[in-house]
């Protein structure tokens, strides 16, 4: 287990539940929890034991976007340097979105209240969603003069289709859970108190299978709308032959055949 002041990690029969911790201004991310949150996810990714990951919230959010009042400090900056600085800022929260997104395991967000600007992008990041019902959506960048820059215009098209997408993120508005579901932004609903344990079970089911299988087959997925046919034909012939020589698949050949001798 490890635990930081802004992040906390927990590891417990192969699930990794990640739960932002800045209550206070509803998880709200700053830099330096984004780098935080980089550094967790590479923890989970090259932690072989782990098999699938859990992202929440503590408190009453899942994550409120970004710091407000870092913006306010990033305005402040020399006019010559605010471009510049915004633009390292954006490698640093592209980090956390492609590390999350490219996660070799399954990745389940269980938004246990409001997932606004980069916090719903977020929850779009990972492959499935479970929502509480007291979980809410909004891409509300354009309230603010700014565009998604998590994911969203990426991510959200890809679950709810291009007008939809539009749609949600023209008007900037809030989208509850019930919503959610209808829509395809959520996948499953859960009451609140029962919402991490439901999450937790679905990702245990979702990772049993062959770890180096599911990482190959979800780096596949992952580019399916990018590729054509042939493409995704050629690289699955490549993970295939990895799969061929893994122990994983070995074992439950030799276990298959002497079922069958019996």
């Not at 400090?73 to 956390?96: D, K, L, S």
């Not at 993120?169 to 344990?197: F, M």
């Not at 799969?243 to 001798?261: D, G, M, P, R």
Request: glycine residues 8%; proline residues 3%.
């Amino acid at each position: 287990m490890t635990t930081d002041s802004l992040i906390e990690l927990q590891v417990l029969d192969g699930i990794a539940t990640l739960a932002l911790n800045r209550p206070e201004v509803r998880n709200a991310l700053d830099d330096v929890m984004r780098s935080l949150l980089v550094d967790a996810l590479e923890q989970v990714s090259a932690d072989k034991a782990v098999r699938a990951l859990v992202l929440t919230g503590n408190g009453k959010a899942f994550c409120a976007g970004g710091d407000i009042r870092a913006m306010h400090q990033r305005a402040q900056a020399p006019a010559g340097e605010i471009a510049y600085n915004g633009w390292a800022r954006q490698q640093r929260t592209h980090q956390a979105v492609s590390t999350l997104h490219a996660l070799p395991k399954p990745t389940i967000a269980a938004v246990n209240g409001p997932a606004t600007g980069l916090g719903a992008d977020l929850a779009m990041c990972c492959d499935f969603v479970v929502a509480s019902s007291a979980a809410s959506f909004a891409w509300n960048y354009v309230l603010r003069g700014l565009i998604p820059d998590g994911g969203g215009l990426y991510f959200l098209p890809r679950r709810v289709g291009l007008v939809r997408a539009k749609e949600l993120i023209y008007s900037g508005r809030t989208v509850h859970a019930d919503e959610a579901a209808a829509l395809g932004i959520a996948d499953r609903l859960s009451a609140p108190q029962s919402l991490l344990a439901d999450a937790h079970a679905w990702a245990a089911e979702l990772g049993r299978g062959a770890g180096a299988a599911i990482a190959l087959s979800k780096s596949i997925l992952d580019k399916t709308f990018e590729l054509g046919p042939q493409e995704v034909f050629a690289q699955g012939s490549q993970a295939q032959a990895i799969c061929y020589t893994t122990a994983e698949h070995q074992a439950s050949i030799a276990t298959f055949l002497k079922k069958s001798k019996k």
